[in-house]
């Protein structure tokens, strides 16, 4: 087999992956993501020429890089020719192979499921051989131990698609040999993932084995998967039609610094000012008004999920690198450009005193709520807290909470979620609103452990206090 390489481009904030594909001399890519620098200096680094730039499918959790990246190495890039789209592209059908050098070939498979024109791009070496099937780049279709979800365009549409997306993985698992590998998009933290896996690499034959979509009849596999999706990011409404529109690149250079009176006047307009922090940092001393969403979380996910599109952002980092790698992730989703950007600490972004908030464990609320009464407020998904909740405790998703923080019940707010890092994001809505309140700063699994009472919707007791 001749030797292939492929390059995986991993997007954390976003729990997506780019491929870059080569044979040491021509390269393809599938699914770049917007910062196309990466791929450019991938290219760079192996010697290696670009020819294709493949799209799976009109991505809907982030911006694509794939038109500029074209224009930027005039690659052909291949789109769908059933995809409306408004720029010059390369159409491509079901069925069709392309030739990338001498060494490879990509062939195109109909994989609807998670939309309707999703196409999967089986890959081959040419060798003395023949043509050995090497892998499969399945987009949102085939994942790790799941499949892409299939809501994302609509009620009226999920019905069709989540079958469409059983019969897709069985087409890709009868088409393809068990060695071969699998290079999903999608499943490494995004949203656009049914389910998720812990999985890092897997072949046909271990999808085969393991993924449900695969192991179960179509009406087990439909009814399962559709009772387990839950909400997905606001900002997905946006990525369609951004794609369509053949997305330019980005602009990241550094923008304008703002100072401590720049930034109050910024927050007092109703202006995010997000504070990119950790939450412990945070929560010690931040500029009263600030938002803390930070870069050591989902960060691009959740300013794209709570944020009214189009409202005017600045970012504070310690350093510029802070901010540059936050600029990044906003690009991904289409926020383009900061209105304004500061480093380093709270104290060089007020004139006036810090805010603070007291950050406990779900020990500290277990003891707390024997000597008086306080507001539990749960900012985990609607679906999370169903499984398992702390009795009497107010669930208000963190995606719902900036427009509905005036319904919080008034008294002292005991804010968490699963882990930490959304009760801080929350905590900043709140200290922001003038609320008191304390940060659980802990894994729910220990709320249990506390003796904290914890109830399912049906009022099922899973535990009580002794």
Known sequence: MTDLTV???????????????????????????????????????????????????LHNDYVTGGLALAQATGAAYLVNREDD????????????????????????????????????????????HGEQPYGVFTGGSLLYGATGRPDLLGEAHTDTLVRHQH?????LATELPDDAEVFPTHGFGSFCAATQSDATTSTIGQERRSNPVLTQDEETYV????????????????????????????????????????????????????????????????????????LDGAFATYVGWLIEWGTPVTLLGETADDVAEAQRDLVRIGIDRPAAQATGGPRDWTTGELGRFPVATFADLAQVRHHREVVVLDVRRAEEHA????????????????????????????????????????????????RDLVAIDDAFDHAEQAGLPLVRTADETVSTPA
């Not at 309707?116 to 890959?123: E, K, N, R, W």
């Not at 019969?167 to 087409?171: G, P, V």
């Not at 999706?229 to 990525?239: K, N, S």
């Not at 398992?388 to 998703?397: P, R, Y």
């Open 167 to 171: 019969a897709s993985a069985r087409k």
């Open 85 to 128: 789209v408004s720029f010059e592209r390369t159409p491509v059908a079901a069925g069709e192979t392309v030739s990338i050098g001498s060494r490879m070939t990509v062939r195109a498979i109909a994989t609807p499921g998670h939309t309707f024109t999703h196409l999967s791009y089986a890959l081959s070496s040419v060798g003395d």
């Open 223 to 294: 009814r399962e998967l559709l009772d387990g999706l839950g909400d997905w990011p606001a900002y997905y409404v946006h990525m369609g039609p951004a794609n369509a529109a053949g997305p330019s690149a980005p602009d990241l250079s550094p923008v304008q610094e703002a100072d401590a009176i720049e930034l109050r006047r910024r927050i007092e307009a109703g202006e995010w000012v997000i504070d990119l922090r950790n939450r412990k940092a945070f929560a010690a001393g931040h500029a009263p008004g600030t938002l803390n969403i930070g």
């Open 387 to 434: 499984e398992s909740a702390i009795q009497g405790s107010v669930n208000l998703a963190i995606h719902e909470l900036p427009r509905r923080v005036q319904e919080v019940p008034a008294g002292e707010v005991w804010v968490h979620c699963a882990g930490g890092y959304r009760a801080s994001v929350a905590a900043s809505f709140l200290a922001a609103a003038g």
């Open 7 to 57: 390059r995986t481009l991993e997007t954390p904030s976003l729990g997506d992956r780019t491929y870059v594909v080569h044979d040491g001399e021509v390269a393809f890519v599938v699914d770049p993501q917007r910062d196309i620098d990466r791929v450019l200096d991938v290219l760079e680094a192996d010697g290696v020429r670009l020819t294709h730039v493949f799209e799976t499918h």
